[in-house]
Each structure stands twice: as C-alpha cells, then as structure tokens.
C-alpha cells in the first residue's frame, strides 16, 4: 500500500493537472486522514489551476485543513492571501482570510483588511453592510466593543431595522 502511495504521489508530482493521479492519491490520503498530503496536493494542485475561482477554492481547501485538522492558522492565513490575489473582490474570500488573521492573533491585520475594502466600496454598494459586520466581528474578537457597536451602529443608520438584533446582543 505505501508503495502504490509513493507511485501515486511521484504520478501527481510530475503531472500535477492529471485529475485522476490526484483524485487516487487524494482518496487514498483522506482515508488514512493524512490531512498534510492532502493539503498538500490541493496547494500543489492550484499552482497549476489558470482559473482563478477555481485556483482559490483548492487553496481554500488547503487552508481550511491547515487550520482546522493541522492547527497551523498561520499556513492558513498565506494560503488564503494567495487566493485573494486571483479574487480580490470576493467578499466571502475577503471575509475568510480576516477571520482567519484573526484566529492566528493578528487582530489589526484582520481589521484592516475589512478596512481597506470598507474604503473602496461606495456607501450605497450592497457589500458596504456586510463589510461593516465583518469589520464588526473582526472588532469583536479582538475585545474591542465599543468600535464593533459603531461599525453596527453605521450599518443601522444605512440598513434599519434588519440589523437591529446584532446591536442588542
């Protein structure tokens, strides 16, 4: 069995687009749950991706595993900062590599980058809002309350009553 692996992962080095070669060895890692090559591969894999969605959704994976099975948030944080270069404007891509800035203690960098986008987004864009919360929660984990309630509270003056509720809470 390890020496199918090997051949599979040596396969997937030397063709990383082959979805078959990547789709053996990624079965045969996951089973074991050895999530490193498994993120491994993903990262490997969108080197080689031209599409940008589909290049940040492998890295996304990866990162995802380096955070969540691998406990290493900083990985995460790189991984996911790559993604934002094909995606800049993806507000959920956005929305990810803040919070995961902040899981890894980087509570300003988190926060600015909410910020940057805040300030490049027209007040009347849609995005504004959930830029706002995001900025919010980003306040909110780093214990600062009272610019979490002002971030909601410019929200309210912008939405109304639908965001009511996050300021009571």
């Known amino acids: 069995a ?7 992962e040596a396969g997937f080095r030397a063709l990383p687009t082959d979805d078959t070669l990547r789709g053996h060895l990624e079965a045969r890692f996951m089973a074991r749950q ?7 591969i993903r990262e490997l894999h969108a080197e080689h991706l031209a599409d940008a969605a589909a290049r940040a959704e492998s890295l996304r994976t990866a990162a995802s595993l380096w955070r969540d099975q691998l406990g290493d948030p900083a990985r995460a944080v790189a991984l996911l900062a790559a993604a934002r270069q094909g995606l800049p404007s993806d507000l959920n891509l956005l929305a990810e590599h803040a919070r995961a800035l902040s899981a890894a203690g980087d509570h300003a960098a988190a926060v600015a980058e909410a910020t940057r986008a805040l300030e ?3 007040a009347d864009d849609p995005m ?3 830029l706002l ?4 929660e980003l306040y909110g984990a780093a214990d ?5 309630a002002a971030g909601l509270e410019r929200a309210f003056a912008l939405v109304g009553d639908s965001i009511a509720p996050e300021l009571v809470t």
């Open 2 to 8: 390890a020496g199918i692996e090997r051949a599979l």
């Open 34 to 40: 050895h999530w490193a090559g498994v993120a491994m």
């Open 120 to 122: 490049a987004t027209a």
């Open 128 to 130: 504004t809002v959930a």
């Open 133 to 136: 919360r995001l900025r919010a």
């Open 144 to 148: 600062d309350v009272d610019a979490a």
